[in-house]
């Protein structure tokens, strides 16, 4: 299944999807003030799915302010 990495800074969580077979790539940049540059804030597709190992994951990261 696909790995949960929201709430994991971008560079974590690529190794994290890497390690269990799928390859993460950056999406969308928002702000969001109760989070950290560069935190993950949602990952498609969905965490908990099964998916083909090689599957891209999509990464929506906090923009600098």
Do not use: I, K, M, Y
């Not at 950290?36 to 302010?65: I, N, W, Y």
């Amino acid at each position: 299944p696909v790995p949960d990495v929201r709430g994991r800074l971008v560079e974590d969580a690529e190794r994290a999807l890497q390690d269990a077979g799928f390859v993460g790539r950056e999406g969308e940049r928002r702000v969001n003030a109760s989070q950290p540059p560069g935190t993950v804030l949602s990952q498609s597709p969905a965490p908990g799915g099964a998916r083909p190992r090689g599957t891209p994951v999509t990464l929506d990261v906090v923009a600098e302010p």
